[in-house]
């Protein structure tokens, strides 16, 4: 039998509800995520969400600053266009969504606050380095970057055990065990992982001064760095 590649547009409908139940703790994530921005979104500057999808978080993160930040602009890229149902409700004169590819757009500039919630994991490795480099240059200086992503353990036999947890948890939200198997199979070769020691040198790489783990659940970790 033949599984096809993962595609998010299969599940763009409904793609919150399934990346919380595909997401240990990502409501937990995601309200990190709002607490922390009033501290780094900058008056007249732009906030950008890299792989928005329905643009939720973007649209919270907006509700949470505008009453004090009322001259920033909110913008929210993806580059699965069936997301865009979802963004008609949340546009605004300053919430705007826009398709296209992070790796060649041309808005990184004058940003204080990036989110980049499991995206990078979706690019090829020699994609990876580039865009988090184009993402440290748009900042504006003590702007920030959240980025959250899947890791790799740092040795097989811990990896083998959250693995497994994993799979219990996914169990645990309905999922069925050939759901389960055939979201592995389709997403082979499409996640290119790294390990969470990987990340931060990566972002250190770029050059983001300051570092620090505010999240994790399992694989799945979340960094706040702040150029």
Not at 130 to 147: C, S, Y
Not at 165 to 193: A, H, V
């Amino acid at each position: 039998m033949t599984i096809d590649d993962f595609s998010f547009r299969d599940h763009a409908a409904n793609f919150d509800a399934h990346i919380g139940a595909s997401i240990p703790g990502y409501e937990r994530l995601v309200w990190d995520c709002v607490r922390l921005s009033r501290r780094f979104v900058q008056p007249n500057t732009a906030v950008l969400d890299v792989g928005c999808s329905t643009g939720r978080l973007l649209a919270a993160i907006h509700e949470h600053n505008q009453s004090a930040r009322s001259d920033v602009a909110y913008i929210g890229i993806d580059s699965v266009p069936d997301f865009g149902v979802h963004w008609d409700g949340l546009k605004g004169e300053n919430v705007d969504f826009q398709v296209c590819d992070a790796r060649s757009y041309p808005g990184f500039k004058n940003v204080s606050l990036t989110y980049c919630l499991f995206t990078i994991q979706f690019l090829r490795e020699p994609d990876k380095m580039p865009l988090l480099k184009r993402i440290h240059e748009g900042l504006v200086e003590g702007g920030a970057l959240m980025i959250a992503e899947k890791t790799l353990a740092g040795t097989s036999r811990i990896q083998d055990a959250l693995v497994f947890s994993y799979y219990d948890f996914k169990l645990e939200q309905g999922f069925t065990e050939k759901e389960l198997l055939d979201k592995e199979r389709s997403l082979r070769g499409l996640m290119t992982l790294w390990t969470e020691s990987e990340l931060r040198k990566a972002l250190r790489r770029v050059g983001f001064r300051e570092i620090e783990l505010i999240w994790k659940d399992l694989t799945f970790v979340g960094f706040l760095a702040i150029k």
